[in-house]
Every structure is written in structure tokens, then in C-alpha cells.
Antibody, heavy 123, light 106 residues
């Protein structure tokens, strides 16, 4: 059974850097084809994909946030860390860690999701 | 970026109703289209992947169809636990994008 859980600060000040950790179990990030990603959701708004990292350290970022996002992985600890620089109140959102599954045709989908962590940006 | 547009944005429904939600992509996404359900205060849950494949454990009253640019999610007979917000998502190309959501109200 695959599970993921987000951890990190729930309150950050404007201009600070946010560091979130996704701790997962039920799969290994050293296995061919495996990845971990992040999605966020501002209160009352839609979902927004942020980033993905794969077993081979290949990384994909949302173009709208690319300059502010960094993903790193620690395979031994089964963790992925997302950093977001220069936080602003508009970055207030629930941040979800996700497992990107894939079928035989190469079609990808996010399953499962972590419970999410609400991060508020305020001075 | 591929824009995903859902309609309607909200829908007032009743138990037992048949509901259809439409998702349109600004360009073809083949069948790289997924549907998620999000109940208030909870993380999204995968319902349908690859346009029409029902995720394990999801009730058979949920179904998906479509390819290219137009997709539908159908709930054949609404149950109390189905009142939630539904999102479509394309994973055909980066950046992966979601629709704006469709909220089902009683």
C-alpha cells in the first residue's frame, strides 16, 4: 500500500523560503519509472500542478513557478523535498504530495495523494 | 499550456439523478485525461484514468468517455457521498493542467 505525507511549516513570512518534505512508503524512488510530485490548491480554488521528480533525478517544473521551485530526493529516507523561494501571500495554499502512476500505454495519473498541508503566507 | 475547461462550474442535483460533467481541452490530449473527486476538507481522489478506466475500488456508477479534446464524466445515480467537487486533468504534456472544477450541490 502506497502512502504519502507532507510535513513542514504551516506559517511563513513573505519573502521567506518554504521547505516541504514528502515522506512516503510502499514504493522505492530508486526503481525504474517511479516518481513523486507536488500539487497545490489555494483556499476555495482549483488544483495546480507544481513539480515532479523521477527515479533517475529527471525533474519537471511548472513554467509559471519554475524559477522558484527546487525538488530533491533522498532515496534512502524515502523522502522528497520541495523548496519554494520568495513566498508571497498568493502562495497560501494546501500543498499535496502525489504518486504519479502509469499504465501500459504510458498514460499517467496521480494516485494516491497525501493528506495535504495548509501553508499560510503572512507577516 | 493546454487549458482545461469544465462545464458546468456548479450543478444543483438530487439523490438518484444522472449527472454528466464535460471537460474540454484547448488541444488534443489523446486519452491522457483523468478525473478526480474532492470532498470538502479532503485530498483529491482518483476516479477515472486514461479517459475511461475506472480506478480500483471506485463504484461502477462512475464512468468516463472521450478522446482528443472532449471528455465526459458520468455518474449514473447520485448517492449522498457523491456531493463533492470534480476535476479533470490532462497528463498528455507538461505542464500538467487541471480544470477549474465542477461542484455538485444538493
Amino acid at each position: 500500500q502506497i502512502t504519502l505525507k507532507e510535513s513542514g511549516p504551516t506559517l511563513v513570512k513573505p519573502t521567506q523560503t518554504l521547505t516541504l518534505t514528502c515522506s512516503f512508503s510502499g514504493f522505492s524512488l530508486s526503481k525504474n519509472g517511479v516518481g513523486v510530485g507536488w500539487v497545490r490548491q489555494p483556499p476555495g480554488k482549483a488544483l495546480e500542478w507544481l513539480a515532479l521528480i523521477y527515479w533517475d533525478d529527471d525533474k519537471f517544473y511548472s513554467p509559471s513557478l519554475k524559477n522558484r521551485l527546487t525538488l530533491t530526493k533522498d532515496t534512502a529516507k524515502s523522502q522528497v523535498v520541495l523548496t519554494v523561494t520568495n513566498m508571497d501571500p498568493v502562495d497560501t495554499a494546501t500543498y499535496y504530495c502525489i504518486h504519479p502512476a502509469i499504465n501500459w500505454r504510458g498514460e499517467r495519473y496521480f494516485d494516491p495523494w497525501g493528506p495535504g498541508i495548509l501553508v499560510t503566507v503572512s507577516s | 499550456d493546454i487549458q482545461m475547461t469544465q462545464s458546468p462550474s456548479s450543478l444543483s442535483t438530487s439523490i438518484g439523478d444522472r449527472v454528466t460533467i464535460t471537460c474540454r481541452a484547448s488541444q488534443s490530449v489523446d486519452t491522457f485525461l483523468n478525473w478526480y473527486q474532492q470532498r470538502p476538507g479532503s485530498a483529491p481522489k482518483l476516479l477515472i484514468y486514461a479517459a475511461s478506466s475506472l480506478q480500483s475500488g471506485v463504484p461502477s456508477r462512475f464512468s468516463g468517455s472521450g478522446s482528443g479534446t472532449t471528455f465526459t464524466l458520468t455518474i449514473s445515480s447520485l448517492q449522498p457521498e457523491d456531493f463533492a467537487t470534480y476535476y479533470c486533468q490532462q497528463t498528455f504534456t507538461f505542464p500538467y493542467t487541471f480544470g477549474q472544477g465542477t461542484k455538485l450541490d444538493i
